[in-house]
């Protein structure tokens, strides 16, 4: 078996019968009964079996194997591949980066290289570049159309920036999280490039917000248009005139959905939803404020109608009121 497949699959504190909080001491007591009785030239001598004696006290008898294969047999394969700054036991087989090691990376370096002896070409092991994290801020609009638009990246090394042109999908999300495969780090050795995750910021907009794929946009009604009824014109995202036909009684809050005129991104197109808002003047003319004082003496309205309507909270005012300066 590959001495490096085997340090996942073999437990050798259970070959030489310690546990693996074993003192030094007690792991060499235990090796030297073990060759004793398993030794080839012993009467019951069994050579498989003293191999496998030995190749465990190989690495658990020895102070820096063995820190490097409790932290492996902790870390687990990890199944990144070799070509990802990390060793590999061939096909079917295990392989795991050495950068995850921290400064254990150089002991797995020493010990096993990279599947092509001691070191990797020129002499150095091939190490995965580390990945690296940027932010960029976006408008609205580049957020949802998408754009291109230009990150700064930190050289870790010289502490200057760097200048990246990242591609920002149509609908990015604010807090978005953009992966640039390649564009971390440099790797070491002949190792692959770390990869650049680009944060974005977006900008909110004056008049649009957005609830997933779809665009929100509130649009003022007046009385009369939501009690009588109107056609609104209202202008999409792209600058579009859409009309659209309010019906009579509509109450302040009332959301209509345009189709199609959301974003559009790769798994669809969402709707505008466009919310209607009731407004109430501030300021009266005398005729306005004759025309609503004659609407109130006409509205047939009964405030807390039912025994229970005491109790739940203030009485509701109407829109009458509310223009006139009626208190409730």
């Known amino acids: 078996m590959d001495p490096r497949r085997e340090w996942f699959e073999v437990d050798y504190y259970a070959v030489l019968g310690v546990s693996p909080d074993a003192s030094a001491t007690d792991i060499t007591k235990a090796y030297r009964k073990l060759a004793r009785k398993h030794h080839p030239d012993a009467e019951a001598g069994d050579e498989e079996r003293f191999k496998q004696i030995s190749a465990a006290y190989d690495v658990v008898g020895d102070a820096k194997k063995r820190t490097a294969y409790d932290e492996a047999r902790r870390l687990g394969p990890a199944r990144m591949g070799a070509g990802m700054g990390g060793f590999a036991a061939g096909p079917g087989g295990f392989s795991i980066r050495l950068e995850d090691l921290g400064d254990l990376g150089g002991i797995f370096g020493d010990l096993f290289g990279n599947g092509r002896g001691p070191s990797g070409p020129?002499?150095?092991?091939?190490?995965?570049?580390?990945?690296?994290?940027?932010?960029?801020?976006?408008?609205?609009?580049?957020?949802?159309?998408?754009?291109?638009?230009?990150?700064?990246?930190?050289?870790?090394?010289?502490?200057?920036?760097?200048?990246?042109?990242?591609?920002?999908?149509?609908?990015?999300?604010?807090?978005?999280?953009?992966?640039?495969?390649?564009?971390?780090?440099?790797?070491?050795?002949?190792?692959?490039?770390?990869?650049?995750?680009?944060?974005?910021?977006?900008?909110?907009?004056?008049?649009?917000?957005?609830?997933?794929?779809?665009?929100?946009?509130?649009v003022p009604l007046t009385f009369p248009e939501a009690a009588l009824g109107a056609d609104v014109t209202v202008v999409d995202f792209?600058?579009?005139?859409?009309?659209?036909?309010?019906?009579?009684?509509?109450?302040?809050?009332?959301?209509?959905?345009?189709?199609?005129?959301?974003?559009?991104?790769?798994?669809?197109?969402?709707?505008?939803?466009?919310?209607?808002?009731?407004?109430?003047?501030?300021?009266?003319?005398?005729?306005?404020?004759?025309?609503?004082?004659?609407?109130?003496?006409?509205?047939?309205?009964?405030?807390?109608?039912?025994?229970?309507?005491?109790?739940?909270?203030?009485?509701?005012?109407?829109?009458?009121?509310?223009?006139?300066?009626?208190?409730?």
């Open 122 to 218: 020129g002499g150095a092991i091939p190490m995965r570049g580390r990945d690296l994290e940027a932010r960029v801020g976006i408008s609205f609009r580049d957020a949802v159309r998408g754009a291109v638009a230009e990150v700064s990246v930190p050289n870790a090394s010289s502490g200057s920036f760097r200048k990246v042109k990242a591609r920002i999908p149509a609908g990015v999300a604010d807090g978005g999280r953009i992966r640039l495969a390649g564009r971390g780090s440099p790797g070491s050795g002949g190792g692959p490039n770390g990869d650049l995750f680009v944060l974005v910021d977006v900008a909110p907009d004056a008049e649009f917000g957005r609830d997933g794929r779809n665009l929100t946009l509130s």
């Open 238 to 328: 792209d600058g579009n005139s859409i009309t659209l036909r309010i019906p009579p009684g509509t109450p302040s809050g009332k959301t209509f959905r345009v189709r199609g005129r959301g974003i559009a991104t790769r798994r669809g197109t969402g709707d505008l939803l466009v919310s209607v808002e009731i407004i109430v003047p501030a300021k009266l003319s005398p005729a306005e404020r004759a025309a609503i004082e004659a609407l109130r003496n006409v509205t047939d309205f009964e405030r807390g109608a039912g025994e229970d309507a005491a109790d739940d909270g203030p009485e509701p005012a109407t829109l009458a009121d509310a223009a006139a300066g009626v208190p409730t």
